[in-house]
């Protein structure tokens, strides 16, 4: 059995027909395991993901299995790196696992164990939300040997007691009618409440189901989500921001692929409640993902009312499954549900210390890690990464780069300036290095030096409206306006969408008189934005001055007076925390 590692999203949507036709013949497969749901999670995980692919070894093209799964790494606080492989439907995916054609099961798991324990880096394996009854995964998990890896069932607890518990997922196996279902799964007052209430919506004037479509598409999700927030926003704390795009994203995602149920119960122009299940088609299931309602209104009762339709149009429409999903909440066995029970297994490698000759395979992630800190603004893990890259190839061009830009955002000047010129070195011809190392020379005033290195920039890059741009401000800087505006209006045609060069061929004409009080006002908002954009990329000092400029065009704009007050309070602070810095290391 031949495994080969697709890691890239274009090759993903090449395979969806071969995925599609493993995945349909597979009676384990869920929909977590979906190309659908996978296609719209994948472009939100941040860490590095892969697909192993299986195929036979004789002349057959067409691959039999697929395992998704990422790589995570860790940095030590003391230097060096660890690395982790999850399930890629982590943190998102209530199950996990592998799909896999009938009769390939004992070929397939050997060939993915014996290229995940001997191909890959890793100190762990974090095997989470795998069904109990999955006997592909516990095979697969038998064959790590214990003579060279440690298994451990981990559950982590909550520390709510009131919190479900998220290693049971309830479900119904669904009967062919409604009646059926109606007679055989509920109890007597739970059917007598379906049934009324169900009538009660369908003969009411007052109360009315909508289902999504194309038309209200937007505003059934965000009711929904407006709902879910009201109740959940608080308890998920600093993970309700990532699990709410999830939910956007996903939604929209899913209903372009035909496999959104959302509908929402209303009192007149009144939403009462909303409920979302994606509808998997191949495997005839429906699955409960989110649900919302107004915490003021109980009778009717929305969630009863929503989820008894749901199951209604899944019998109605052939499905066998209407899935919960995880976390075992009393209300969802009022259903007639069974329980299926998850489990979480750790892998550890215990001789992965004395594997560490193979670093440099994983220098990619750290990168990546560290990039994704720098992206975030923290900046304190980002320069631990970029050293410790460093370290291991000192000659790293990413990471010079990267740590070269961290330096300059931290105002260390001279080692930012060592670090681009050492990458200069590397890659004598790298346009981003120059252009940095330029605008580096610029920061601090040293204006020649700035002119001469964009001035290499340009004899490899004619075309750089960025480096037009920068040329012009120094111009402007040297009181020289025509020539700044010209270089501005150079960039512009180069690149008519590039807003700094537009913003500062105004603020040239603004100094000059020559930008109507209409433009004025329309300008004085866009040097707010790149006062605000600059900010957030750390270069304080071009911050201020869209600020005080944004300020002098139009000295009304709160907005602009409130953002230059913030962030010289801001460089206060810095100055005042950098002060302690350097007294305490004078002292010691």
Known sequence: MKIVKIDSFETFKKIRGNWDSVYTADPQAHFFLSWVWLSGWLPMVHESWFILAAKPDSGDSSYVAFFPL??????????????????????????????CLPGYEVEVINA????????????SF??????EYDTRMSLFLRSFPGDSFELSQLRIQSKNEDDPDNYIAPYVSLPNNWENYLQNYVSSNTR?????????IETSDEFHITHVDANNLKSHIEILLGFWTTRWRKHKGDNYDVIIDYYRLILHHCFKNNCLYLPVLWQGDRP?????????????????????????HNNPPPGLILHSDAIRYAIENGYKVYDFLRGNEEYKYSFGTKERHIQHIVVKDKNYQNRQQDVKQILPLALQLAIRHHRANRLIKAEQGYRQILEVESNHPEALYGLGILMRQKGEYQTAENLLSKLLQVQPNSLKALFSLGNLYQTQGQLSKAVETYNQVLSLEPKSAAVHNNLGYI???QGKWEEAITCYQKAL???????????????????????SPEKQAHYAALNNDLGSRSRQTGDLKTAVAYYQQSISMNPDLAEAQSNLELLLQE?????????KEKTTLTRA
């Open 493 to 515: 045609e180069l690149h008519p969408g590039c807003i700094e060069a537009e913003v500062n061929r105004a603020n040239a004409l603004h100094a000059l008189g020559r930008l």
């Open 475 to 477: 111009l402007q800087i």
């Open 272 to 296: 009462l409640g909303a409920i979302a299940n994606f509808v998997d088609v191949q495997q005839k299931s429906m699955l409960f993902v989110i649900t919302g309602r107004d915490q003021t």
């Open 126 to 131: 974090d095997v989470k939300s795998i069904l």
């Open 192 to 200: 007598q409440k379906i049934r009324r209430f169900l009538r009660k």
């Open 70 to 99: 990422k790589m995570r790494l860790m940095h030590h606080d003391g230097g060096g790196f660890e690395t982790e492989i999850c399930m890629a439907g982590n943190s998102m995916a209530d199950y996990t696992g592998f799909i």
């Open 571 to 579: 460089q206060i602070k810095q100055e005042i925390q950098s002060s």
């Open 112 to 123: 993915f164990a014996t290229h995940i324990q001997q191909k890959l880096v890793w100190s």
